[in-house]
């Protein structure tokens, strides 16, 4: 793996999902829509919507603010995604 947006987080470093009671989409929310899956930027936190739901929320948030890396909300899932690098890794 070349990416170094993934390679510079260490398992201690991630943002848990044990963090949050609820699990949904801020931005869906605040527009009244749906999403799909749910994505944890692992720079800022935010709990945004995937790239199968309508809206985007999550790719959105990575172009507006150049965070790189999300993990998935979803409880059976453990991976991260780099947008910048287009590549994903289990943990």
């Known amino acids: ?5 993934l390679k510079s987080l260490t398992p201690e470093a991630l943002i ?3 963090n949050y009671p609820t699990f949904r989409c801020e931005e ?3 527009i009244g829509d749906r999403w799909v899956h749910l994505r944890i930027c692992q720079t800022c936190g935010k709990m945004l919507c995937c790239d199968s739901s309508k809206n985007q929320h999550a790719r959105r948030h990575y172009e507006e603010s150049g965070h790189p890396v999300i993990s998935s909300a979803e409880l059976s899932e453990q991976w991260l995604w780099c947008f910048v690098d287009e590549q994903a890794i289990g943990y």
């Open 1 to 5: 793996m070349s990416c170094q947006h």
């Open 16 to 18: 848990p999902k044990a």
């Open 28 to 30: 869906c929310i605040r």
